[in-house]
């Protein structure tokens, strides 16, 4: 791709002075309506040889454009808390919102390249890489962002003139080192890595675009009209996008596990409070021990719950996190989004919670609102919710590759055991905060919710994180089943069974 890339290309100065005001002015028309719909955000990388031109493009955007509306991220090598975390978290974070431009100096391609070129990861391991740069960057495409990637390129001759004329000038000296020169022997590495990356990238949706950066006019005046291109890119349209394939279930119900309906029907006999205390007791004692496992100081711990109104999950978290360290755990109680969150692609907010090392969060609901109430009320479209079982898996998959521990529970009680807890809950004072209208309106449909549980279990419970299903009609009995599972699964990731 970078090696048939047209080079040479110039402007004169007068033609850049007479074409750049009218593009500026259509740059700021485009910017201020981006704003004033909050529609969409725009996702801007510039990447490119050293000396090619980054730095300037950057300053010109800044000085073209409302600076109030742009963001650059700049991130160099990973700090601790960022090494504590997935390897994308620290972009996640700092996306743009919706009406926002957010410019990153460096990306998401930067470690591919540095570590393939580096001979650190394999070519398999560097393609694998690509395709889930890929699907990261067809999710925000899908979630209605802008994505627009720009390679400034420069020839090796013009690189190494640019560093001569750079070192020459005592305004811009500091500027070049001698890591510098040492990058210029590897440019030829550089191109080949590089090439094969952005070839294997360029899509449609989200395309790389190359421009000639040996001349500054011709890279600006290129620069602009590619954004102003973007910036009038039509909303992709919802029945346009294809639906994820359907992943291959590895999850840990066999088949002759019973089905949704008759999990909450095969309870066993009813715990006395002796032996629910004593079982209690030994669970958590034994949670306790693992906590402070010494493995999990360079391991975190994500716990997700999730189950209808009224099946026990926040009983189930209190006997959790009885056993934990008040200063490791977070509890995420998940509720409607804000409007801050709903400037986000809808996996940002739980991005943005996740642990460091030795370090739990405990979600009370969690990312599979999309796929649950967001599809059965109908507040995203169909191929939004049809998507979401694809991300996910691939959200969960980025946990376990960096180290995190993911579980996930699903709490099941029959319709009768809910009207009973209902009713329960409005009888008794301290606890009719709990019961609103809504989860009346919720009950009133059941059997679609039923039906979009078991798709979710079956489409998103992988061999790596496995939904574990609870029949917890009988409270007692759930919570102590929450707790001899996560011990199982807690020993099972830290190879104590």
């Known amino acids: ?56 493009t950057i300053h010109a955007l800044y000085e073209w454009m409302d600076p109030r509306f742009l963001r650059t991220v700049a991130l160099d090598d990973p700090t601790q808390e960022e090494r504590e975390r997935p390897p994308m978290w620290r972009y996640w974070r700092t996306l743009p919102p919706k009406g ?47 994505v627009l990637k720009l390679w400034i390129h420069l020839g090796k001759d013009a690189q190494r003139r640019r560093l001569h004329a750079l070192e020459a000038d005592p305004r811009t000296a500091w500027r070049v080192t001698p890591w510098h020169w040492e990058r210029l022997k590897t440019y030829d590495k550089l191109q080949h890595v590089a090439s094969h990356l952005l070839a294997l990238t360029h899509k449609p949706h989200a395309p ?88 999990l100081r360079k391991r975190s711990i994500v716990l997700a719950l999730e189950g209808p109104d009224a099946a026990g999950k926040g009983g189930a978290i209190r006997r959790i996190t009885q056993a934990l360290d008040a200063r490791q755990f977070q509890i995420i109680p998940v509720a409607a989004p804000t409007d801050e969150e709903q400037a986000q692609p809808y996996l940002w907010r739980f991005w943005r919670n996740l642990p460091r090392w030795g370090h739990w969060r405990v979600f009370d609901r969690s990312w599979y609102g999309r796929v649950l109430v967001e599809r059965v009320e109908g507040l995203c479209s169909p191929a939004d919710w049809e998507r979401a079982y694809g991300e996910i898996n691939d959200f969960e998959g980025e946990l376990v590759a960096a180290r995190v521990i993911v579980v996930k529970f699903w709490l099941q009680i029959s319709q009768d055991e809910q009207l009973r807890r209902f009713r329960a809950r409005e009888q008794t004072a301290f606890k009719r905060f709990k019961i609103t209208r809504e989860d009346w309106r919720n009950r009133a449909k059941w059997q679609a919710y039923q039906g979009a549980i078991t798709e979710m279990v079956e489409r998103t419970s992988t061999s790596k994180v496995p939904w574990d299903l609870i029949e917890a009609n009988d409270k007692d009995g759930a919570r102590l089943e929450i707790l001899r599972r996560l011990c199982q699964r807690l020993e099972q990731a830290l190879a104590l069974s």
């Open 1 to 56: 791709m970078l090696e048939t890339a047209e080079t040479g290309r110039k402007v004169s100065k007068a033609y850049y002075h007479r074409a750049l005001p009218a593009l500026r002015a259509a740059l700021l028309e485009a910017q201020a309506q981006l704003f004033a719909q909050q529609r969409r955000p725009v996702v801007v990388l510039i990447s490119g040889e050293d000396g090619a031109g980054k730095r300037e």
């Open 100 to 146: 926002h431009i957010g410019i990153f100096s460096g990306s998401w391609y930067s470690d591919p390249i540095r570590l393939r070129m580096a001979g650190h990861i394999s070519q398999k391991r560097f393609e694998a890489q690509a395709q889930r740069i890929e699907r990261f960057e067809t999710m925000l495409v899908q979630e209605g962002a802008i």
């Open 208 to 295: 790389w675009v190359v421009v000639d950066g040996e001349d500054e006019h011709y890279r600006a005046l290129q620069v602009a009209r590619v954004l102003l291109d973007a910036l009038g890119a039509p909303m992709p349209r919802k029945q346009q996008r294809r639906p994820a394939p359907k992943p291959p279930v590895a999850g840990p119900v066999p088949k002759s596990a019973p089905g949704l309906a008759q999990l909450a029907e095969h309870a066993g006999p009813a715990l006395t409070q002796r032996r629910y205390k004593a079982e209690l007791a030994l669970y958590q004692g034994r949670l306790s021990e693992l906590a402070r496992h010494h493995q």
